[in-house]
C-alpha cells in the first residue's frame, strides 16, 4: 500500500514522504528487495522438464540500470547454487544500451545464447537461462520455449500486459534423444500485483 518516512525538508523540518509500487528504482531503491526479488525466483522457477535446469526466463525491470543490478545479483546467486554451470553468463542483460543485445535476443530464443547448456550432454538449450530487460522484450519477441516471466516492476498499460503473457503462452515440445516432453505451462512472477490491478481496479 506504499512506504511512509519522515524526512526533514530544506526547513529542517520533518514532513511525511510516501513512496508506492511505481516509485521503486526511481524514487527509492532497495538492494535487500531485489535480493528477495531473485531468491523467490530461482528457488519456484519451472525448470527445463528433461535438463531440469532452471528454464529459460525473461525478466522485466524498471529501467537500465536496475536491469544492471537484478543480472548481477542472479549471476552471483548462480554461481553459489550451480557450482562450474556458468562462468557470469547465467543471466545477460538485454536492454537498448548493451551491444549487439538485438542479436542476444534472437541467439536467446535459438537456444545459442553463450553456447549450449551445461546440465544434460548434446541438450539443445541456451547455457544463458534469464534475458533480463526493461522493456525491448515486451512487444514482437517469440520464445517458445519460455517457461518464467519476472515482472519487478509494476505495469499500468493493458497492452504491455498482454503482450509479456503472451511471450509464455507459445506452445512448444522439450526434445532430447528419443525423449519429449510438451510444454504444459509457463510461470508469471507478478511481484507488483499487476494481476490483481487490471482484474480489480483498472477501467
Known amino acids: 500500500e506504499g512506504y511512509s518516512v519522515m524526512q526533514e525538508n530544506e526547513d529542517g523540518e520533518l514532513v511525511e514522504q510516501t513512496f508506492f509500487g511505481k516509485d521503486f528504482e526511481k524514487k527509492f531503491f532497495s538492494d535487500e528487495t531485489n535480493r528477495v526479488f531473485c531468491e523467490t525466483f530461482l528457488k519456484n522457477a519451472l525448470r527445463d522438464p528433461l535438463s531440469g535446469e532452471i528454464g529459460k526466463s525473461i525478466v522485466f525491470c524498471v529501467r537500465q540500470d536496475h536491469a544492471s543490478r537484478i543480472t548481477q545479483a542472479l549471476n552471483e546467486m548462480a554461481h553459489a547454487m550451480f557450482p562450474g554451470k556458468y562462468n557470469s553468463d547465467f543471466a545477460v542483460q538485454v536492454t537498448s544500451l548493451v551491444q549487439d543485445a538485438q542479436q542476444m535476443a534472437v541467439s536467446f530464443a535459438n537456444n545459442n545464447l553463450n553456447g549450449h547448456t551445461?546440465?544434460?550432454?548434446?541438450?539443445?538449450?541456451?547455457?544463458?537461462?534469464?534475458?533480463?530487460?526493461?522493456?525491448?522484450?515486451?512487444?514482437?519477441?517469440?520464445?517458445?520455449?519460455?517457461?518464467?516471466?519476472?515482472?519487478?516492476?509494476?505495469?499500468?498499460?493493458?497492452?504491455?500486459?498482454?503482450?509479456?503473457?503472451?511471450?509464455?503462452?507459445?506452445?512448444?515440445?522439450?526434445?532430447?534423444?528419443?525423449?519429449?516432453?510438451?510444454?504444459?505451462?509457463?510461470?508469471?512472477?507478478?511481484?507488483?500485483?499487476?494481476?490483481?490491478?487490471?482484474?480489480?481496479?483498472f477501467n
Open 118 to 201: 551445461r546440465f544434460l550432454e548434446g541438450y539443445i538449450s541456451a547455457k544463458t537461462r534469464v534475458c533480463v530487460t526493461d522493456g525491448m522484450m515486451t512487444t514482437g519477441y517469440d520464445c517458445e520455449d519460455l517457461l518464467n516471466i519476472v515482472l519487478l516492476r509494476p505495469i499500468f498499460s493493458p497492452t504491455d500486459f498482454v503482450q509479456i503473457k503472451g511471450r509464455g503462452t507459445r506452445k512448444f515440445t522439450f526434445r532430447y534423444q528419443e525423449h519429449s516432453r510438451p510444454k504444459e505451462k509457463f510461470k508469471l512472477f507478478d511481484f507488483f500485483a499487476v494481476c490483481e490491478y487490471f482484474e480489480e481496479k
